[in-house]
């Protein structure tokens, strides 16, 4: 059982594979030894009579045989387990790799628990094939061939007999196989769907609640898990008969060579030290098909595992940045130009933006206004370079954006969206997440985003722990450790997602104040929601369906009364 994945990460670690090849070679041939000698001491000590003084040697030999088949198989376990972590440790750097490269507006349609669970527990399945599977696999494919080899010198009909029954087993792992791949892919979507939905519920818990449909989720995760045990079980009963059936043949194949050895013993065509070498080898032959069988499920698991990520890979072509991208470092607020820009997030619905052209002078604040579906996020994205246009180009200070180098490009911008993300630590670092930090420019930051009398008033000051997403803050108190990030990093760009609503008076005017100095000396981008902002702007853009619709300030647009002042009227009681 291979795939395609598997087999890259594999060529990835060529040393360890090789070692892992090289190790059970060697155990092989302490076999052997081991084998010959003990049937040498079988044949001296009870055929020729032999005392232990000449018996002694072969003794060694057999001490010393087991030795090295023992620190084989401790070898093989350990460079098994080291391939595992590596591969593993591979494929969750490509898969977070392609995450962020895919950016959050694509990964936003992926559940974010199946992703969880594959990174997580989904992972011990790729440990599993390479630290079992595998290692029994390279067992199989080494130690039956060297074991023949030594037999085809001894005895042909032994050879023979080993030869022909050695393919039986692939051939009804192969048989078994088919059947246990359907089951191992139906109960790993199971697993992979209730992990996923375990989370989402989690998440949701309080609107749950809220609703009254606790209860219900309760029920589908019951069912949910009992379907899981049920598939879980069938996998189990077929790698349970695939595991009978090795064992079967092995059997049968050893029984038959040891009446085909007997029978020649006893017309005295074959010699007894020969015939008990044979007998000694014939379980050493099917011993790894045997432990292949017990592995079997595992490399099931893997293969199951491999196929999707291989399928999360493959989900969606990450675009590329050009090869020689434009390095650059912004100093001054810069202009902005979309020139007939249109963007799509499927090509069977209606384009999210549609031939869209605007200018944004160096240092001009501008607002974007329009219903939710507007295509004003989709501006934003755009500049964060999270997709790429499908029409059209966007330029920076007469280059295109394209071009640019996208860390470089990043590195030019502050971000504050309508809701920040806060990490679990505390104050200073989810302050200085957005730069390079310098002695007191957290402060100072703090300072210009109204923060400091609030930090001062905590015991731990700027070293107090705030749990994931902002547990136990304020939604204000967050808006503001959002804003002192930007003033932190410091870049000539500014975007903002405004976010007033269900906040307090006294936040408001602090997060007013703390914007209007954020937004000094920058080229500003803020997607408005109060007619407040947009009153405030050098200039409003007004989209409507994908389309920019009216440009101008705010005073002007109402005097058209067109869309803007229908939009704003419709929110102030018909006043613009």
Sequence with gaps: MFQTLLVQELRSQGRLAVSLVIINLLGCLAIIAQAYAFAAIVHGAFLAEQGIGELWPLFAVMLAAAAIRAGAIWASERLGANLAAAIKTSLRRRILTHLFSIGPVHLAQERSGELLHLLGDGMEGIDAYFSQYLRQLV??????????????????TAAVILLVTAPLIPCFMILIGRWAGQLQNRQWKLFHFLGGHFLDVLTGLVTLKVWGRSREQIDVIARLSEQLRHSTLGVLRVAFLSALVLELLATLGTAVIAVTVGLKLLFGQLAFQQAFFVLVLAPEFYYPFRLLGTHYHAGLAGITTAETIQELLNERKVESGPANPVHFRLERAPSLLFDEVSFSYDKNRRPALCSVSFSVEAGEKVALVGH?????????????????PTKGEIWINGQRLADLSKQDWLSSIAYVPQFPHLFQGTIRDNIRFGGVDLPGKVEEAAALSGLEDWIRQLPAGYDTPIGEGGGGISGGEAQRIAIARAFFRDAPLLLMDEAMTALDPFNENLIQESILRLQDRRTVLVIAHRPSTARKADRVLVFHEGSLVESGTHASLCNRHGFYSSLVGAGRGGEC
Excluded: H, M, W
């Design 139 to 156: 067992a199989v494919l080494v130690l039956p061939v060297v074991v023949l080899i030594c037999v085809f010198n001894v005895d042909l």
């Design 372 to 388: 939710s579906g507007a295509g004003k996020s989709t501006i934003f994205d755009l500049l964060l370079r999270f997709i790429q």
